[in-house]
Nanobody, 119 residues
Framework: QVQLVESGGGLVQAGGSLRLSCAAS????????IGWDRQAPGKQRELGAA???????NYADSVKGRFTISRDNAKNTVSLQMHSLKPEDTAVYYC?????????????WGQGTQVTVSS
């Protein structure tokens, strides 16, 4: 079982910045794929940013150039640095960890942290 706890969400003006953090449990964090998903009101959950265990990243087109995902394997943490925030970024952001097990994978999510961007 992997437990994830997000923090750093809040209310920010358009154009501002926020840094989200996620603390993960477990001894094998360094081999997990990680990511940040988000779910806007009335919308399906979608990928915001992801990074595999080798450091390769993938960003949604809507956030590319504004958001940066990072990880600190020594501290079992993953972060999402968000700049130039827009009202469209308003969503609950969920930390995601993917654990590969016997040819398949198991996904874990935290409780989510609310990001609200005002005009």
């Amino acid at each position: 079982q992997v437990q994830l706890v997000e923090s750093g969400g809040g209310l920010v003006q358009a154009g501002g910045s926020l840094r989200l953090s996620c603390a993960a449990s477990g001894s094998a964090f360094r081999i997990y794929d990680i990511g940040w998903d988000r779910q806007a009101p009335g919308k399906q959950r979608e990928l915001g940013a992801a990074m595999n265990s080798g450091g390769s990243t993938n960003y949604a087109d809507s956030v590319k150039g504004r958001f940066t995902i990072s990880r600190d394997n020594a501290k079992n943490t993953v972060s999402l640095q968000m700049h130039s925030l827009k009202p469209e970024d308003t969503a609950v952001y969920y930390c995601n960890v993917r654990r590969r097990v016997l040819g398949t994978s198991i996904n874990y999510w935290g409780q989510g942290t609310q990001v609200t961007v005002s005009s």
